[in-house]
């Protein structure tokens, strides 16, 4: 079984400052981890993907994260927000290769960015 | 441009009416997914397809149908069995179980008058 614990369903931050999105992860395979960005009324975006190449992330707009395998963390970090950065984050983990990918979502977490 | 098309945007129907959800992809991915999202509850699966004229029950299946008759087009009809159909729909698309990525389509906001 799998499962995503995203463990903030808000954040708010003032812009020019960082940004720390936790999520963990529990699988019983190797997994692949992705953070998704969504504005309202969107479609979603891959903002980065960990599929055990290196453990720390780089992805669009200035956002990282790091896979900690002893923490079963995937935390999305970002320097300094932006008001764009405004939207709701979804971490995502999908089962190994092999068969049917079982994909398992997040239930999100909201970002405010405060002027 | 390559991408994955929903329409409509935003559909409006009434209790009792079933109503079909568009999605197609020019991306040449053989998986196909349909999920259903509601306020706080994240991603639900509804139905999914790795192969043409082949596809399979997600974890909300009950009051959907689909079909996959081209590799392009995977639409989804909302049933009137469905209780509470409500919600933004997305469809995604990707490669299949190798690379794991998932494309998303604009997503379908539907409201039951």
């Known amino acids: 079984a799998q499962s995503v614990t995203q463990l903030d369903s808000h954040v708010s931050v003032s812009e020019g400052t960082p940004v720390l999105l936790r999520c963990n992860y529990s699988s019983s395979y190797s997994p692949s981890l992705f953070w998704y960005v969504q504005h309202p009324n969107k479609g979603l975006q891959l903002l980065l993907k960990y599929t055990s190449a290196a453990t720390l992330v780089k992805g669009i707009n200035g956002f990282e994260a790091e896979f900690k395998k002893s923490e079963t963390s995937f935390h999305l970090t970002k320097p300094s927000a932006h008001m764009s950065d405004a939207a709701e984050y979804f971490c995502v983990v999908i089962r190994g290769p092999g068969g049917y990918q079982k994909v398992t979502f997040g239930t999100g977490t909201k970002l405010q960015v405060i002027p | 441009d390559g991408g994955i098309t929903q329409s409509p945007k935003y559909l409006f129907r009434k209790e009792g009416q079933n109503v079909t959800l568009s999605c197609e992809q020019n991306l040449n991915h053989d998986a196909m997914y349909w999920y259903r999202q509601d306020p706080g509850q994240g991603l639900r699966l509804i139905y999914y397809s790795q192969i043409v004229n082949d596809f399979q029950k997600g974890d909300i299946a009950e009051g959907y149908s689909v079909s996959r008759e081209k590799k392009e087009s995977f639409p989804l009809t909302v049933t009137s069995a469905q209780k509470n159909p409500t919600a933004f729909y997305l469809c995604?698309?990707?490669?299949?179980?190798?690379?794991?990525?998932?494309?998303f389509g604009e997503g379908s906001r539907l409201t039951v008058l």
């Open positions: 995604a698309s990707s490669f299949g179980e190798r690379t794991g990525e998932l494309f």
